[in-house]
């Protein structure tokens, strides 16, 4: 399943509830570099050079990047 359809249901509502997502060119971008330290733990980050993947940024030990499934 594509990443981003992993957030929403059959409808396409945001499931469980909702999840903030911010778009980027890609990872070593300035634009990433620059504000990914104020980013809140809990939403999500896509880049549009690995649009397969989505990047969760997570309080627990480490954040991880969602595969499609």
Known sequence: M???RSLTGKRGALSPGP?????FL????????KVVDSLAWGTFAWFSAEPDHLMEL????????IQPS
């Not at 997570?58 to 990047?65: A, E, F, G, M």
Request: glycine share 0%; net charge positive; no cysteine.
């Open 19 to 23: 999840a903030h997502l911010t778009a």
């Open 58 to 65: 997570s309080d627990r030990v480490r954040s991880h990047l």
């Open 26 to 33: 890609d990872r070593d971008r300035p634009s990433f570099k």
């Open 2 to 4: 594509w990443p981003l």
